[in-house]
């Protein structure tokens, strides 16, 4: 089936600084990709649609200056969290939409944020 | 403001039980529902639905969706302790394919 992968899994920052996460499909193309954010004991809310080659669509409330996102190509997404604050930690999914096959998204395993 | 609601929130069960899950929704331009199990770590997809009254199944899971009325229930019977999990609800919306989760469903399966 379809992989989605994130990197890193897991990362501790102090804040003031920025992370990367990144999303990549293993084994197909993604026009589309997803990132979203959970908070402990709560649903996925969806931050912002990535579209290859083109700027993200944030949802609303969601600061695009914070949380800048590059998709270069069609197997990868990033999601860099500018100076980040400890209220910023939390658990960061992205997901995958195939171009081939619209059935479904694929979800990565998720990037989780600890800021200090 | 797209809206799903799942209830209840959390359940608990014994072995080999008959559970129903329940997703309703308020949403604009919606394409399709899914149902997502999340034990640890991201949501593994379970069923899409499109069409109103048409059940899926797979292996002791079962879902219906009801158009008209804005539902969706998700079946699973004969529950097993590897059930335990949260299930999710999520509506597709829009030709950007956004989804819109619910809270989500706390199931935990006892021996």
């Known amino acids: ?116 | 403001e797209d809206k799903v609601v799942q209830s209840p929130l959390s359940l608990v069960v014994h072995e080999g039980d008959t559970v129903t899950l329940n997703c309703s929704y308020e949403v604009t331009n919606f394409r399709s529902l899914l149902w997502y199990k999340q034990e640890k770590k991201a949501p593994t997809f379970l069923f899409m639905l499109t069409s109103s009254g048409i059940e899926k199944k797979s292996g002791r899971l079962s879902s219906i969706l009801d158009k008209k009325e804005l539902f969706s229930i998700l079946n699973i019977t004969a529950t097993q302790t590897g059930d335990s999990a949260v299930y999710l609800c999520a509506v597709e919306t829009g030709t950007a394919s956004k989804l819109t989760f619910g809270t989500g469903t706390r199931l935990q399966v006892t021996l």
Not at chain 1, 16 to 43: H, N
Not at chain 1, 81 to 104: K, L, N, Q, W
């Open chain 1, 1 to 116: 089936g379809a992989v989605v992968s994130q990197h890193p899994s897991w990362v501790i920052c102090k804040s003031g600084t920025s992370v990367k996460i990144e999303c990549r499909s293993l084994d197909f193309q993604a026009t589309t990709m997803f990132w979203y954010r959970q908070f402990p004991k709560q649903s996925l809310m969806l931050m912002a649609t990535s579209n290859e080659g083109s700027k993200a669509t944030y949802e609303q409330g969601v600061e695009k200056d914070k949380f800048l996102i590059n998709h270069a190509s069609l197997t990868l997404s990033t999601l860099t969290v500018t100076s980040a604050h400890p209220e910023d930690s939390s658990f960061y999914i992205c997901s995958a939409r195939d171009s081939g096959r619209v059935e479904e998204q694929y979800f990565g395993p998720g990037t989780r944020l600890t800021v200090t």
